[in-house]
């Protein structure tokens, strides 16, 4: 059952009001409105809603959702077995910022191009028919895809960060566009974004996202350009598999990433 925003702060304030600090500056104060979600340790959240018309301080509280952790796609040790591999690949160069040499490895990133937000976003499309095959698309993601050597760079650590952060709010937003559309994670989403990209968009560009983190126009046309080269081998990757719906499905709606991202760069 849903708690109301009375009740949330009939739970929340007494113990606040008796000298309790708040552990956190995002939590609502008695005139906002509270995330109506639960945390992973199924404990109410009380941080404020920001988003317009959403009920949720972020997708991961939303019962909707089943959430699937970017980091099931990561590799141990990743960086200690290719960067150096990497780095000797590139010739020392930051693909995303022309000119820019790696000099100090300390002071940049293992990258994956195309993140790993991308493949937990197409996870929590709801088109598995059980776990197991949930289960083989996810070791085929992080063992074939999202690890291999050509979804791999190395870029400075901010932007790194800048990166990673436009494509979690791009990512967020398409699924909070779903989410309120059609009441679940669903493909069709990513069909009403698609059909109206180069029109009125219904999210804002994944280039929007980007100059949002303050990115140069050079950076953001290289990252565009490098996700976008990324993505293609992501549906090569899945179109080769074989003729299995599941992997099938996954290049299509690959493909339908790219397109609603902008992907395609002219230069």
């Given at each position: 059952?849903?708690?109301?925003?009375?009740?949330?702060?009939?739970?929340?304030?007494?113990?606040?009001?008796?000298?309790?600090?708040?552990?956190?500056?995002?939590?609502?104060?008695?005139?906002?409105?509270?995330?109506?979600?639960?945390?992973?340790?199924?404990?109410?959240?009380?941080?404020?809603?920001?988003?317009?018309?959403?009920?949720?301080?972020?997708?991961q509280?939303?019962?909707?959702?089943?959430?699937?952790?970017?980091?099931?796609?990561?590799?141990?040790?990743?960086?200690?077995?290719?960067?150096?591999?990497?780095?000797?690949?590139?010739?020392?160069?930051?693909?995303?910022?022309?000119?820019?040499?790696?000099?100090?490895?300390?002071?940049?990133?293992?990258?994956?191009?195309?993140?790993?937000?991308?493949?937990?976003?197409?996870?929590?499309?709801?088109?598995?028919?059980?776990?197991?095959?949930?289960?083989?698309?996810?070791?085929?993601?992080?063992?074939?895809?999202?690890?291999?050597?050509?979804n791999?760079?190395?870029?400075?650590?901010?932007?790194?960060?800048k990166?990673?952060?436009?494509?979690?709010?791009?990512?967020?937003?398409?699924?909070?566009?779903?989410?309120?559309?059609?009441?679940?994670?669903?493909?069709?989403?990513?069909?009403?974004?698609?059909?109206?990209?180069?029109?009125v968009?219904?999210?804002?560009?994944?280039?929007?996202?980007?100059?949002?983190?303050?990115?140069?126009?050079?950076?953001?046309?290289?990252?565009?350009?490098?996700t976008?080269?990324?993505?293609?081998?992501?549906?090569?990757?899945?179109?080769?598999?074989?003729?299995?719906?599941?992997?099938?499905?996954?290049?299509?709606?690959?493909?339908?990433?790219?397109?609603?991202?902008?992907?395609?760069?002219?230069?």
């Amino acid at each position: 059952m849903r708690l109301g925003t009375s009740a949330k702060f009939a739970l929340l304030w007494p113990p606040y009001e008796a000298g309790r600090e708040m552990p956190s500056d995002h939590w609502a104060t008695p005139k906002e409105v509270p995330c109506e979600g639960n945390k992973v340790d199924k404990e109410p959240c009380y941080r404020r809603v920001t988003i317009p018309d959403y009920p949720y301080c972020m997708v991961q509280h939303d019962s909707r959702v089943i959430y699937c952790d970017p980091k099931e796609f990561r590799q141990a040790n990743l960086r200690d077995r290719m960067f150096e591999l990497i780095r000797t690949r590139d010739g020392d160069r930051d693909p995303y910022n022309a000119g820019q040499m790696i000099m100090d490895s300390a002071a940049f990133h293992l990258e994956h191009i195309g993140e790993a937000q991308i493949a937990a976003f197409m996870c929590q499309l709801k088109i598995f028919q059980d776990t197991e095959e949930r289960d083989d698309i996810v070791e085929f993601y992080r063992d074939e895809v999202v690890n291999a050597m050509p979804n791999l760079c190395i870029t400075s650590k901010d932007t790194n960060k800048k990166k990673g952060k436009a494509t979690t709010n791009a990512l967020g937003e398409m699924m909070i566009y779903s989410l309120k559309t059609y009441d679940q994670p669903d493909v069709r989403a990513l069909d009403d974004i698609c059909a109206t990209a180069f029109n009125v968009p219904i999210v804002k560009s994944f280039n929007d996202h980007l100059c949002g983190e303050k990115l140069s126009r050079k950076s953001t046309k290289a990252i565009r350009r490098e996700t976008g080269q990324a993505l293609q081998r992501w549906k090569n990757a899945f179109l080769d598999h074989g003729e299995t719906p599941i992997y099938e499905e996954f290049g299509r709606q690959t493909q339908m990433v790219y397109t609603a991202f902008d992907l395609h760069v002219v230069d």
